[in-house]
């Protein structure tokens, strides 16, 4: 080993791992010297006043010196030399990829600090659904049902996972849970939900792919369960302010239901500033369009009783002061100790109420273009798109014959023919 003493360097050579050990063997006084790979361009070994060692690569791109730590590979006098040489044949790798990949242009220590970066600020699953929420799902209307879906069926399995590491196996044991459970639905929703937010991942270029791509929704029956007037009487009773044990946003909630056929989220989202005299002005619904419903006496009259109830400018807010939702209407619903009837679907559903109301316009002789027109169903005929006509007029006849038809069911009085429910054709 030839020796040449430079302020702060050694300029040593090695050949092979035995001329590490020597080197190693003594180490400097003060200042930390580099010893020379003479087989491999640009690979030093860089040893401490402390007897440690660490490779560097030293080289030259675009005009600028630069100095590449093998940080992962450590040496010292006690390494043995079979260690040694290891180590010594890990780092010579190494540098000749990174002194390949020079040639077209990448700078080994920029991407190393790059990758550094990404690590450490890669988010985890449940720091990057609050982003999702916040920013891709603020001032949807489906953001709510997007943020529970997450907080119920992923953040409590993988939340706490880099969000990079997430993998289709993953994906998949959650929809699994979804499947064992029966709940076929809850399992396509939590499809969707990942499958947007991974995509705004993409966007914000975190993820270079998807995980959920490529999985199958499992396709589901629709439901069809309408409430027999027996039921809908029962469900009358049971929401009867003087005998329900309901909270009254509740009950007046789910009556509203069933007396205007409107959806159960923009029930429960009326706010007082969207009601002109008889009519409510939904500006912002299901189908990317207003609508306006036209309120009839029953109605107004449940709305005139939620109005004692509600808060900052909502009308159905529980006493907790949060804001009624599908979700804790179906739960309500579920424990009620009524007896139903005996139904392969089960007891029913808030959304089973608006079902109810569609086919009884359909049984008092309403076309489905005009239970659509009632209910904001989207209609994506050629006609549907360019009729602009509002048909007010024919609305408010059908809402007006359907509560004449509910007056008769749960007052028993003035009932004509019977007319049986089942679902619109």
Request: hydrophobic share 35%; proline share 4%.
């Amino acid at each position: 080993m030839q020796k040449g003493h430079l302020k702060g360097h050694l300029m040593n050579t090695y050949t092979n791992h035995k001329g590490i050990k020597s080197a190693l063997s003594i180490p400097p006084l003060h200042s930390h010297v580099e010893v020379k790979d003479s087989t491999c361009q640009g690979l030093y070994l860089r040893i401490q006043p402390t007897g440690n060692a660490t490779f560097i690569h030293r080289y030259k791109i675009n005009g600028v010196r630069r100095v590449y730590t093998f940080e992962n590979i450590t040496l010292s006098k006690s390494n043995t030399e079979r260690q040694i040489s290891e180590a010594l044949a890990n780092a010579r790798a190494i540098c000749a990829t990174q002194r390949a990949e020079m040639k077209a242009g990448t700078d080994p220590a920029i991407e190393r600090d790059l990758k550094t970066h990404h690590i450490a600020t890669m988010p985890t699953v449940s720091e990057f659904a609050d982003t999702f929420i916040s920013r891709h799902m603020k001032g949807k209307k489906s953001g709510t049902e997007y943020k529970r879906i997450l907080n119920v069926d992923v953040l409590p399995i993988v939340g706490n996972m880099p969000l990079d590491k997430v993998e289709r196996k993953h994906i998949i044991g959650l929809l699994d849970r979804k499947q064992d459970a029966g709940v076929m639905v809850a399992r396509n929703m939590v499809i969707a939900v990942l499958s947007k937010m991974f995509n705004f991942a993409i966007e914000r270029a975190l993820l270079e792919y998807n995980p959920v791509t490529g999985i199958k929704k499992t396709k589901t029956k629709d439901r069809e369960r309408v409430l027999s007037e027996r039921e809908i009487r029962l469900l009358w009773e049971y929401t009867n302010s003087t005998t329900s044990r309901l909270d009254p946003s509740t009950r007046l909630a789910l009556r509203l239901i069933l007396v205007t056929g409107q959806r159960p989220g923009e029930i429960c989202q009326m706010k007082e500033k969207q009601i002109t005299g008889n009519i409510w002005h939904i500006p912002d619904t299901k189908t990317d369009k207003s609508h306006d419903v036209f309120l009839t006496p029953m109605a107004l009259q449940i709305i005139e009783e939620a109005r004692m109830f509600g808060r900052k400018g909502y009308l159905f807010i529980d006493s907790s002061g949060k804001m009624k939702d599908n979700k804790t209407l179906a739960q309500s619903i579920g424990k009620w100790s009524v007896q139903w009837d005996d139904n392969p679907e089960g007891r029913p559903t808030p959304h089973d109420l608006r079902r109810t109301f569609t086919t009884g316009l359909g049984a008092l002789g309403f076309s489905r273009f005009i239970q659509n027109l009632v209910t904001n169903h989207a209609d994506s005929s050629i006609g549907g798109i360019y009729d602009r006509h509002s048909y007010a007029k024919e609305r408010q006849q059908a809402q007006e014959a359907w509560e004449r038809r509910l007056t008769e069911i749960v007052t028993g009085e003035l009932l004509g023919n019977v007319v049986e429910f089942r679902r619109a054709e």
